[in-house]
């Protein structure tokens, strides 16, 4: 699996190409967790306002990949396991294929991650501006 990022205005874009299966899922977790993390530059303790994650070139999500997902919703919450209580980030998915909406509904994550038909509506609504 490959992970393409990009950064537009104060949200984070990440597009995963391929399955995220128990062989992909570890760095997946990693790249969704350093999506979330403050930079280490110039402006310390900013997060991004959303992350926006572009599911069309998903060809699989298995259990593993739901997990990591999971943990990223909850990572984003206001306040989570940060001091100082954070505003939180806003995920968004964008441009969910069919079967992935499937299993994304199956799990019940369909109904705690707000989607949207492509991109440009995603990273709007994911933005702060």
Known sequence: MQI???????VTIL???G???SAAAPRFEARLFAALTPAASDEPGKT????VLDL???TQLTPAGLRSLLLAVRQARPGAGNAGG????RIVLAAVPGPIRGVLE???LAALLESHGDL??????ASRQ
Do not use: F, K, N, T
């Open 56 to 58: 069309s070139a998903v």
């Open 4 to 10: 393409a990022e990009e950064v537009r205005g104060d």
């Open 120 to 125: 440009d509506a995603a990273v709007r609504a």
């Open 48 to 51: 991004p306002a959303g992350l």
């Open 19 to 21: 399955p995220i299966d």
């Open 86 to 89: 954070r505003s939180g980030v």
């Open 106 to 108: 199956e799990a019940g």
């Open 15 to 17: 597009s995963p190409v």
